[in-house]
């Protein structure tokens, strides 16, 4: 029986990894498997979504639309292999992929035999100004999608969703646009109904580079961080951000995660249960166009975030 697919797409941020996650707890009994792509060295996504431990596999330090894509058919040979098989894939990309490349990549005739892609859902945050959907990357994600999803709808006026739901359109007429809040996406948009259809190939765009625009930095500590001293320093920081993420302990309250998430120019914590044995006790990942962030810069502001050793 093939395994169908869905990849999903969307800039840095978006909230394609909350939808995974909404997928995920939401499975209603589906074998559903998760690749997740971050872009950066230091892997943050995988934690982030539920039941990590089991099902999930992290492709991180590159992007499966281009210096990882033998590592993603690898990937799901070695998921198909699974016993028990799954039966549904969930990829999600990195917010500086291209989804035509990947696509394009699926298409290869044994990977498609076994496991043809069904949906490209592309995720789109409702609360940018529609004109940010002009940018070259963001259309390329859009032209791909089979459905679209507004997130953090729970934050956009009714007049900010109608001018982004437009612009969408004379993008991708063909899209299904939902709104979405908290990843929430009808699963009878993502995945088919009959499992025994198999979807038709599609047309892929010309290949251009797309991850050579963004560069990310990571800042790692074996020591607990001051809580107010990492929000001066992301203070300071986030003008030159596309995105930030991370996961860390602070002084205040050792021995618990927070998780630390900047999107679209909002910043939120939030508390993320336990740490994981093994790992550094704070990991944030930064992403900033080129040349905009140096990495003396990232060290010498977060440094100040640590008691000195
Ligand atoms: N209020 C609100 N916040 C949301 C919603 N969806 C996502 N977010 C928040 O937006 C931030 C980014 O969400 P993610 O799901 O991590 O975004 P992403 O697209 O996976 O990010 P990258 O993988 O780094 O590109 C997080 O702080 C989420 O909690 C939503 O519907 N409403």
Known sequence: MPVPILLVAGFLGAGKTTVVNHLLAHAQGRRIAAVVNDFGAVNIDAELIAGASDGVVSLSNGCICCTLEGDLLRTLA?????????????IETSGVADPSDIVRNLMDPVVWKEAPLETVLCVVDAT????????????????????????????????????????????????VVVDAINGEVPSALLFPAD????????????????VDRFETLSWTSERPVRLPRLQQAIGR????????????????QPGRLMVFQLAGGRATLAAGGTPTPGQPRARIVFIAEMGVLS???IDATMEGCVEPG
């Open 237 to 252: 920081l986030a003008p030159k951000l596309a995105r930030a993420k991370g996961l860390f302990e602070t002084v205040e």
């Open 295 to 297: 990495r003396a810069e």
């Open 128 to 175: 940018q100004p529609a004109a940010r959907l002009d940018d070259a990357l963001l259309r390329s994600q859009l032209r791909a999608a089979d459905v679209v999803a507004l997130s953090k709808a729970d934050l956009a006026s009714a007049e900010q969703r109608a001018q982004v739901r437009d612009s969408i359109r004379a993008i991708r007429p063909a899209a």
């Open 78 to 90: 070695t998921l198909l292999r699974r016993d028990p098989r799954p039966e549904f894939i969930v």
């Open 195 to 210: 499992l025994d259809r198999v979807p038709m190939p599609r047309e892929t765009e010309s290949r251009r580079p797309a």
